[in-house]
């Protein structure tokens, strides 16, 4: 069974510290995302990657890095946490564009606390 | 903003009864997908109808869409208690390279 995992269901950081989010695909997928989700503003896009070692900003990139150094992980990194960073954080993966149609494949999310 | 809007926010039935939901957009598409996503969990696709189709089925689902209108609708006939959820609708707009997600619906089947 195909799937996307994230490392952590739950997460509690203090402020300040730095803050990394793994996620793995075994599907050979070449675009990974990461968005948030937030009560009442839906999922809205941090960052995404459609190859190794590149990197686009999506709509909400303040405070946040990317890292994809290999084809299957793709990880989010906090810099310094901050309490508007408590969210849940849902890692997605895609065939290449030109092979629409099969829709996105998600991590089952990691609810991050920043106290 | 790119992302659709579901409507209703919130709907709750009684089971066996068949619930509605829909999804408006604002840009041109290439197709539309809706997703299902159990309390605290990640998003499961459900189906996906493309710009030149009208309607899809898929089980207890129909989805419908009306590019002159720029709206879907996701159908679920038959409803059960398992069907309680939140559903989405993501929009893969022309020219971008990822889906625009709306707020969701939330549905509540009452057994």
């Known amino acids: 069974d195909v799937k996307v995992t994230q490392s952590s269901r739950y997460l509690v950081k203090r402020t300040g510290e730095k803050v990394f989010l793994e996620c793995v695909q075994d599907m050979d997928h070449e675009n990974m995302f990461w968005y948030r989700q937030d009560p009442g503003l839906g999922l809205r896009l941090i960052y995404f990657s459609y190859d190794v070692k590149m990197k686009e900003k999506g709509d909400i990139p303040e405070g946040y890095s990317v890292s994809r150094e290999k084809k299957e992980r793709f990880s989010l990194i906090l810099e310094s946490a901050s309490t508007n960073q408590t969210s849940m954080y849902l890692c997605?993966?895609?065939?290449?564009?030109?092979?629409?149609?099969?829709?996105?494949?998600f991590g089952s999310g990691t609810r991050l606390t920043v106290v | 903003s790119q992302q659709g809007e579901e409507d209703p926010q919130a709907l709750s039935i009684q089971e066996g009864e068949n619930a509605t939901m829909n999804c408006s957009y604002k840009t041109s598409i290439n197709n539309l997908q809706w997703y299902r996503q159990n309390s605290g969990r990640g998003l499961v696709h459900l189906i996906l109808?493309?710009?030149?189709?009208r309607e899809k089925h898929s089980g207890r689902l129909r989805v419908t869409l009306d590019t002159s209108k720029k709206s879907s609708s996701l159908l679920i006939t038959a409803s059960r208690a398992a069907d309680t959820a939140s559903y989405f609708c993501?929009?893969?707009?022309?020219?971008?390279?990822?889906?625009?997600f709306g707020t969701g619906t939330r549905l509540t089947v009452i057994p």
């Open positions: 997605a993966s895609s065939q290449i564009p030109g092979q629409r149609g099969s829709g996105y494949t």
């Open positions: 993501a929009t893969d707009q022309t020219g971008a390279n990822n889906l625009f």
């Open positions: 109808i493309r710009s030149n189709e």
